[in-house]
């Protein structure tokens, strides 16, 4: 028995699968690579002001967009293709929220909203029933006192309402809402990726790495960074625009060509 079949995703043989996949697809990885060294670049330049909470969420959901697209691209080189898409659905969301905060003030407020009706209902569970929350919890929302009545309505705005007003529609469409099917525990998902079938008959589990859809996927992925800088570089005023056309060039010959 190999070190997969004992060990999976944790054992030696993974290292190697990781390796073999990145040298197969080595262009993919590589423009993903280039682009994340030049991202990083760009966050000492970000000039925040702590007296501006506007400029703080958009650094916050930059680093988080940031994190997220690196841990992607480490999952899909060991070929975890539906693990990869949870964290991108994830990175698509706050790309949403950060290029409709830029875009339109109104949805920084609303963002602030829902974040204080998130912890307000929260901290109402905790009050409720103290038993089911670890003691650490409990005594962090202790002394927390909400911004408005626990029964105040209030309603969130969509994940397709945050894409619309970033006019990003195109990609929730054929990119968010992809990603959503894939990464759900629904039938239809967890027979295609999880089982081997043949003549329409289940043969076998399937715990294999799958980079079926690895160029889509890091498509999508290169995809966020690209939209990102270009709104983070209109609103902190970085100056890339050059670069990012010719990021957009590569993306083009790398991923559509």
């Known amino acids: 028995m190999n070190d997969f079949n004992i060990n999976g995703f944790l054992g030696t043989e993974a290292e190697l699968i990781s390796a073999n996949n990145y040298n197969q697809y080595n262009n993919l990885f590589h423009f993903c690579e280039e682009l994340n060294r030049y991202t990083i670049a760009l966050v000492p330049q970000i000039d925040i002001h702590n007296h501006d909470s506007r ?33 991108i659905r994830t990175a698509l969301e706050s790309l949403y929220w950060l290029v409709a905060i830029i875009k339109r003030k109104p949805v920084y407020k609303k963002f602030i909203e829902t974040n204080e009706k998130t912890k307000n209902d929260f901290a109402e569970r905790i009050r409720k029933y103290p038993n089911s929350y670890h003691p650490n919890v409990v005594d962090c929302y202790k002394d927390y006192q909400p911004s408005q009545p626990s029964d105040t ?13 970033a006019d990003l529609k195109e990609s929730f469409d054929n990119a968010y ?7 759900h525990p629904d039938l ?22 799958s980079t079926r859809d690895i160029k889509p996927i890091l498509s ?34 790398v991923f559509e060509k």
């Not at 958009?58 to 539906?82: C, E, H, R, S």
């Not at 309505?153 to 619309?164: D, G, H, I, Q």
């Open 153 to 165: 309505e209030f309603s969130p705005l969509r994940v397709e309402t945050v894409a619309n007003k």
């Open 220 to 253: 999508t992925n290169c995809f966020i960074i690209i939209e990102m800088l270009k709104n983070i570089d209109k609103f902190f005023k970085l100056n890339i625009s050059n670069d990012l056309e010719k990021y957009t060039e590569q993306y083009i010959e």
């Open 188 to 209: 239809q998902n967890i027979e295609n990726r999880y089982f081997v079938i043949e003549d329409n008959e289940i043969v076998t589990l399937d715990s294999l790495p």
């Open 55 to 87: 400029e703080l969420i958009i650094g916050g959901l930059f680093l988080k967009i940031l994190n997220g697209t690196q841990g992607a691209v480490i999952l899909m080189k060991y070929g975890l293709d539906i693990e990869t898409n949870i964290i």
């Open 177 to 183: 809402s992809v990603l959503c099917l894939s990464s």
